[in-house]
């Protein structure tokens, strides 16, 4: 069965740094590709960023590009999102999801069930 | 900017069918699949369509999806209350550097 198990979210000041982690297990991790969503109190889902299987291609939503870094451990079946310079519009549920194969421009197949940040003074 | 646009609402009785739309600017919809995502209150996504029209398993065949040109539908027939919840569109815009675009979401509602 697959399970993503996310972890790392909390209180925040604007500025501050958090780091998600996401467990995966389940599945063949190093090979599938995997991604953040997120989803802002009272607004839709947001993709965030994403990493292909082998960590050679990464992709960001333009509004965290140069705040926020996705990277993966394959040897512990897990993905992390490194979010620097916070803002008050990051706070959000933030989703870890499976893509279907290899490369990030594939469907996600499997989500976890979240972790909020909230970023707040 | 790079859109997919879906109605705000929908509405159905027990065992109606409806449909939400997608539709949207980005470039590459044309040739990229569309997939549709299920949110229901206090749960996790649930992939619901992939690749415009393949349910994956253990989805019940009530739901179905289709793609022509740059829109694309979600049907659900024989509407359950368990259906009440939000259900939104996903496509991946190949213009700049690659993004997964989602429409805003449409909050289906059992009446």
Redesign the interface.
């Known amino acids: 069965e697959v399970q993503l198990l996310e972890s790392g979210g909390g209180f925040v000041q604007p500025g501050g740094s958090l780091r998600l982690s996401c467990a995966a297990s389940g599945f063949s991790f190093s090979s599938y590709a995997m991604s953040w969503v997120r989803k802002a109190p009272g607004k839709g889902l947001e993709w965030v960023s994403g990493i292909n299987s082998n960590s050679g291609r990464t992709y960001y939503a333009d509004s965290v590009k140069g705040r926020f870094t996705i990277s993966r451990d394959n040897s512990k079946n897990t993905v992390f999102l490194q979010m620097n310079n916070l803002r008050a519009d990051d706070t959000a549920m933030y989703y870890c999801a499976k893509q279907d194969t290899a490369a990030v421009q594939f469907p996600f197949d499997f989500w976890g069930q979240g972790t909020l940040v909230t970023v707040s003074a | 900017q790079s859109m997919l646009i879906q109605p705000p609402s929908a509405s159905g009785t027990p065992g109606q069918r409806v449909t939400i739309s997608c539709s949207g600017n980005i470039s590459s919809l044309g040739t990229n699949?569309v997939?549709w995502?299920q949110?229901l209150p206090g749960s996790?996504?649930?992939?619901l369509i992939?690749?415009s029209n393949q349910r994956?398993s253990g989805v019940p065949d009530r739901f179905s999806g289709s793609k022509s040109g740059t829109s694309a539908s979600l049907a659900i027939s024989g509407l359950q209350s368990e259906d009440e919840g939000?259900y939104?569109c996903?496509a991946?815009d190949d213009s700049l550097?690659?993004?997964?675009?989602?429409?805003?979401?449409t909050k289906l509602t059992v009446l």
């Open positions: 699949p997939n995502y949110h996790a996504p649930k992939h992939y690749r994956p939000d939104y996903a991946w550097n690659g993004r997964w675009v989602f429409g805003g979401g």
